[in-house]
């Protein structure tokens, strides 16, 4: 396969952007944050165990489970997702018809989420294997998930998958397995990507597009880590290798792979995170990915002990031509972690939270389980990161509160509006059970010190900020504020220790002289800021930030629909095997609503 981008050789291209960006750094800028205590409160449940957790308005969240023998329930049968009100912490059960277990998620550039994939495993519904659940974010509480198996799903199966959003405001789901199992492999492997909306591109049209580096990255490649670039390409890493995606071409760059035997996806799942962008830094793309496990991917997993050392390995690469050419700089973590969370806060930090110390992700699998945990001796204390301190002094838990509920397989985590970062699930069992490592419903959130000082506040945010355009924000700042920063954000979609999208764009900011009018010119290009949803924080010099409102980067429309090549795709490929139980709700008439219409192609 001939690595190309735009019809040059890759390297060249990145050689042409030397004279725009710093060599070998990001340079991140740094940003002041507030130091102090941090506070912990368990306030709520989610009805369902938090498998999937993602952000869908300033007040809302939806979580989804696997199915299984939950106490709540829907239209008659154990319900598995639920709308969170993040206020109240009141839930309302919603009723997708498939299996969701161990699906993915990303936003349209319209808001609608698609959540995809999942597990042929039918208590009640349907198979999810090859599901496309939507949820259209509603302020009515009348909003449901949508699904018509027949008429819009994947053209195949997976199990485990990937996805992102790309830069037309459409996605990319990315590998899994066609089948369930422990670890992927040979056999039941799907190494492939498809687009959501399907595609007529490359010669595929309407169907899966073969990778193969997902043929390289056996075993452990399920969960592969999705990074969008503002070069237009996607980072990509899985088991201990890395590559650039050039989606456009369908062409396949490799990255110095992962140092020191350190395997970072599922089962042996690291944590990984976009760097802040920013004008300041020439909007230069920086990679860190932190914790894994050295485990064989090769081995029986019964000869896998949940008492095996986890990896303490943070690396990060600037992804310029001097930073690929530098590698990757390793830096240790105060402790190994495996199914880590990394969570972007406004002020530029980067806090990690949730998984454990010992052993890899699943349950019922290795020698020595722990209930029926495959993972041990809990991650209790978070550790906050700060990307742009000096080498040494990056990470620390000081005035961090430890959790005392463990949060190990099918944990999530997000950081919410209001700028506070919330806790969800952990259930490494096979259904709901009181064993050790408990199938987990309570709800925590994390305060950061800057929940406790005076914050600046806004008004005047548009519901749509396309590119390059200017809007103004009356501002409220605290008395001692000097200036502030604006910090563009997807607050992304979090399974198994992976951040669909998650992503920070520090914008381009002029505060008036009387500090009462804020002009912000919006990201410059779609492969900066993928259209689709944001949530934006005023930061003041001193590190407080406001609470988040929500926005749409672009116009707000749908992505592009290609009827011919979604009538291909289904004319072309097997549809799924079992026919869901109940019947299909319509789409809500919210926002974005026209998507789900869109791609079910005429009867």
Known sequence: ??????????????????????????????????SGAWSLVQKGTTGVSGMQLAVVS??????????????????????????????????????????????????????????????????????GLQAVRMFTPCTDGTCDIFESPTRIRLSSPRWYPSSVRIEDGSIIIFGGSVSGGFINGAGINNPSYEYFPPKNINGFNGLKIPSKFLTDTLNGNHFPNLVYLPDGTIFVSANQAAMILNWKTNTETRLPGIPNGVRISSPFSAGHVLLPLSPANNYTPEIMICGGSTTSDKVAASSISSQAPTSAQCIRMVLNAAGIAAGWKVETM???????????????????????????AGYGNVGNQIGQSNADNPAFTPVVYDPAAPAGSRFSSAGLVASTIPRL??????????GTVMLAGSNPNDDVTTVKYPTEYRLEFYSPPYMNVARPSYTGL????????????????????????????????????????QRLVYLAATLSADKKTLTVKAPPTA???????AYLYVVTNTGAPSFGHKTIVGTGASPPVDQAAIANMLKTTPGPSVVPSFQAMAPSSGEGSDVATAVIPAP
């Open 1 to 34: 396969m001939q690595h190309t981008m735009g019809g040059r050789p890759f390297f060249t291209v990145l050689c042409l952007l030397l004279s725009l960006v710093p060599h070998g750094s990001a340079e991140l800028d740094a940003r002041a944050s507030v």
């Open 58 to 127: 300033e007040t809302k969240a939806i979580i989804y489970d696997k199915v299984e023998h939950n106490p709540l329930t829907v239209n008659g049968h154990v319900a598995w997702a639920v709308e969170l009100d993040l206020n109240t912490q009141t839930v309302r059960a919603l009723n997708p018809l498939s299996n969701s277990w161990c699906a993915t998620g990303s936003f349209l550039g319209n808001g609608t989420l698609i959540d995809t994939g999942g597990n042929p495993v039918v208590i009640t519904g349907a198979s």
């Open 334 to 360: 105060p402790q190994g972690r495996i199914m880590v969370d990394m969570v972007l806060l406004p002020d530029g930090r980067v806090m990690l939270v949730n998984g454990a110390k010992t052993g890899v």
């Open 409 to 418: 397989y099918h944990s999530t985590a997000t950081l919410t509006p209001n």
């Open 462 to 501: 548009p519901a749509t900020i396309n590119y390059n355009a200017a809007f103004t924000l009356t501002v409220t700042l605290p008395a001692s504020t000097t200036n502030v920063t604006v910090a563009l954000m997807d607050l992304g979609f979090a399974t198994h220790g992976v951040h669909m999208d």
């Open 527 to 533: 492969a900066i800021y993928p259209p689709g949803p």
